[in-house]
């Protein structure tokens, strides 16, 4: 997949910096800007028995809708000054909607950008990622800190275990693996075996990603009695990595829970860009 169309999706009330983040980011991409601006819109006052559509409340809507208007007017400036290949729209969307408006976006990119600012709002954050990765399928990469966060990372950390959503990562980040400087494949408590044969774990997806030009090496660690999680934060901190590439692992839907464990763990507890897909 060759990245030309970035979106970025940014909270109405978030300063420019996650804005400006994406820019640089297409620029050094040189791929096409969508910008959604999103606001949540005030739910109705409860009483006992039902919501109360107050006078007070529609004003609070309507107020929020104008600033929404303002902040679009002021990104749309702001996009055309970069005059970088863009689209922008804003949304005031109810809760429960707002992934899937994300997600009619993300239909028509090759991957999600969450800034910083967007990363430390744990509500728009868990819907833009959900959006993105379950309702268009297309990669997410997270941002904990603006500075180095590149599309043309060194050192790529890619956290493997043969499983479906561990492949589909390592294929969505096939231009940025290919031109690392290092991949390392890494393997938390690898098996040695496979349908009763004996396996070198990790040599399939080393020998794929060699095809593709990737320079890798094969990283298979003990978890030391630490969560998985852990162990690939510290790797990668002992590998000077730029980039983690992982597959995002789900609980079932029935326990209400997007994320799986780990994936978790690494969204809530980004330390350097993760690349995301499932």
């Not at 990245?3 to 791929?31: E, G, N």
């Not at 493997?160 to 980040?173: L, M």
């Not at 396996?199 to 060699?210: M, N, Q, S, T, V």
Request: with cysteine; hydrophobic share 45%; charged share 25%.
């Amino acid at each position: 997949m060759t990245i030309k169309t970035i979106l970025s999706a940014i909270a109405a009330d978030q300063s420019d910096s996650d804005l400006q983040l994406a820019i640089r980011l297409c620029r050094q991409a040189d791929a096409h800007l969508t910008v959604l601006v999103l606001s949540i819109a005030v739910p109705p006052p409860a009483s006992e028995y039902a919501a109360v559509l107050s006078e007070g409340w529609l004003q609070d809507r309507q107020e929020e809708i104008d600033r929404l208007h303002a902040r679009v007017r002021e990104v749309t400036a702001i996009v055309a000054d970069s005059a970088l290949s863009a689209e922008l729209d804003g949304e005031y969307a109810e809760k429960s909607w707002t992934d899937d408006m994300v997600g009619r976006r993300g239909r028509y990119a090759d991957l999600t950008v969450i800034g910083p600012e967007l990363a430390d709002d744990e509500q728009l954050k868990a819907m833009v990622l959900k959006g993105s990765l379950y309702e268009s399928q297309i990669p997410v990469l997270l941002i904990p800190r603006a500075e180095g966060a590149t599309l043309q990372p060194k050192r790529v950390l890619l956290a493997w275990d043969s499983g479906r959503e561990a492949t589909r990562a390592a294929r969505e980040a096939l231009p940025l693996l290919s031109g690392a400087e290092e991949v390392h494949v890494t393997m938390i408590n690898p098996s040695g075996v496979d349908m009763g044969e004996e396996i070198e774990p990790g040599a399939d997806i080393a020998a794929y990603l060699a095809r593709h030009g990737a320079k890798v090496t094969l990283d298979r660690l003990p978890d030391g009695g630490k969560p998985v999680a852990d162990t690939l934060r510290m790797h990668a901190v002992d590998i000077a990595a730029d980039m983690i590439v992982m597959g995002a692992y789900s609980h079932s839907r029935l326990r209400q829970r997007i994320f799986g464990g780990v994936t978790r763990s690494m969204i809530d507890h980004a330390e350097l860009p993760v690349f995301l897909a499932r």
